[in-house]
């Protein structure tokens, strides 16, 4: 299971994506591989249909942080 994203997680990175859906509450990190807005985690994988925008994280102060290591998360327990 991943562990919880802390604080300082969200100080650290300016620019984060989340899923364009109105539903959306959990900032990801972003793939800095990726061409487009994607997160570092699986999710987009996981939602094909999904599409992903980048904004920025203090923003957002009321969503969820991923939880994921890849993303905002520590490591898998």
Known sequence: MSQP????ARTDVEIGVRN????????H??????DEPRPACPEAEYREDAEFTDVPV???P???LCGNPECFGREWR
Do not use: C, K
């Not at 364009?20 to 900032?27: G, I, V």
């Not at 990190?29 to 990726?34: F, N, T």
């Open 62 to 64: 009321t969503y969820d």
């Open 29 to 34: 990190r972003q793939d800095s591989d990726a």
């Open 5 to 8: 994203a802390t604080p300082e």
């Open 20 to 27: 364009r859906s109105q539903f959306a509450d959990t900032l």
């Open 58 to 60: 203090a923003a957002y």
